[in-house]
């Protein structure tokens, strides 16, 4: 059984398995960890400058992005990245995949100045 196949992102989705929800909350926990520590101890790079973490202003757009990211990703299976991979493994439907991400990406790049900031 593969961990990374697409049938562990539909169990996701459909709330028949932990397993990705575990790896993504394990990662969310140890990046807030490490920022805290990193903050609370004025941490340094290797070279000795100070590690600055820049706040963040709320943007509508964020989870409004991320929303349409996450129905994409359930109703495909895959995340973009994992896309190439499976095109060269032989998975022949992932080049409409990576089309889609690809115009989807152009949309963006076209409305960008017109959506809500």
């Known amino acids: 059984m593969k961990s990374s196949a697409w049938f562990?992102?539909?169990e996701m989705f459909r709330f028949q398995s932990f397993h990705m929800y575990g790896v993504i909350g394990s990662a969310i926990l140890v990046g807030l960890i490490s920022i805290q520590i990193i903050k609370r101890n004025h941490l340094r790079?290797?070279?000795g400058e100070p590690i600055v973490i820049a706040d963040k202003k709320f943007?509508?757009?964020?989870?409004?992005?991320g929303?349409?990211?996450g129905l994409g990703w359930a109703l495909t299976g895959a995340c973009p990245g994992p896309l190439f991979a499976q095109l060269g493994s032989g998975v022949?439907?992932?080049a409409?995949?990576?089309l889609a991400a690809l115009a989807g990406t152009w949309?963006?790049?076209a409305l960008r100045e017109k959506l809500p900031h």
């Open 8 to 10: 562990r992102i539909q």
């Open 45 to 47: 790079t290797i070279t």
């Open 59 to 65: 943007n509508h757009g964020i989870w409004i992005g």
């Open 67 to 69: 929303i349409i990211f």
């Open 92 to 94: 022949g439907s992932a």
């Open 96 to 98: 409409i995949l990576i």
């Open 107 to 109: 949309t963006y790049s």
